[in-house]
């Protein structure tokens, strides 16, 4: 039996998160600049689209680039561009065939203009797609993303749209990037490192945590059912008892 066969589909997370870390030193290790980490970086990136779609996994969000990362140097960030675009280009077909739909989380507008353009553009081509939705995090981190919502919260309370007495956790997250997004029961993090980075900190209150040492250009399907299973093999209380579960 395989690891897949061992899944229980009825026990699959509906939305994972993926912090998909590693390719500098992948490439690295194998004594080459840090760019062919991130261009052996996108097979994984389909592998794991598919693997979603075939076991129905509704919801798959990706952290792609971190408004942290523009701090990288200009050569490095203008190679991720052009590869996000070339990407888009080639994979854009097939994601509206298998019912696909895009969205995207970030600070978008500081894109540059090509790969601003091609994101909307496929966004437009898979609105109406029912299938699993990818969620791509772009120029995104949650501090930017919460500090965003505050500040329309205020502008809302200001205008008075919005009285102070309605604000709860519910109302809060229809300003967030993932509004009409269900939160995450799982977030996976490759390459090693323990930590989230500014991923959906809001968002992963009660999500399971699952890091492995795989770099991300070497994380197959097989890495992916193995997270999963993981993740069916734990007990989920979000603060109860094991009792009153």
């Known amino acids: ?10 026990k699959l997370p509906q939305h994972v998160a993926i912090i998909m870390d590693g390719n500098g030193r992948w490439a690295q290790r194998k004594g080459a600049v840090r760019i062919f980490g991130h261009q052996h970086g996108v097979k994984p990136i389909h592998d794991t689209v598919e693997a979603s779609e075939e076991l129905g996994i509704k919801y798959l969000s990706l952290y792609a680039f971190s408004t942290e990362n523009w701090g990288r ?7 991720l561009m052009g ?22 989380i970030g600070d978008l507008e500081k894109l540059p203009s090509s790969a601003h353009g091609e994101l909307l553009n496929l966004i437009e081509q898979t609105r109406n797609n029912d299938g699993l939705v990818l969620n791509l995090a772009l120029s995104y981190s949650s501090r930017w993303e919460i500090t965003a919502a505050s500040r329309k919260i205020g502008e809302d309370v200001k205008s008075g749209l919005l009285d102070p007495k309605d604000i709860n956790s519910s109302r809060f997250e229809e300003y967030l990037n993932t509004a009409g997004v269900p939160d995450p ?3 996976i993090r490759t390459g090693g490192e323990y930590r989230v980075s500014n991923f959906l900190l809001y968002q992963i209150a009660y999500s399971e945590l699952y890091f492995t040492d795989v770099l991300w250009p070497d994380f197959t399907k097989e890495d992916f059912y193995q997270a ?3 993740f069916q093999n734990r007990e989920r209380r979000f603060g109860l008892t094991s009792e009153q579960f």
């Open 185 to 187: 029961e799982l977030l």
């Open 1 to 10: 039996m395989t690891l897949r066969d061992k899944l229980n589909k009825e």
């Open 83 to 104: 590869i996000l675009v070339k990407t888009i280009k080639k994979e854009a077909k097939q994601l509206a065939k298998n019912n696909v739909r895009i969205i995207s």
């Open 73 to 79: 140097p200009i050569k490095e960030i203008n190679a």
């Open 228 to 230: 999963l299973f993981e």
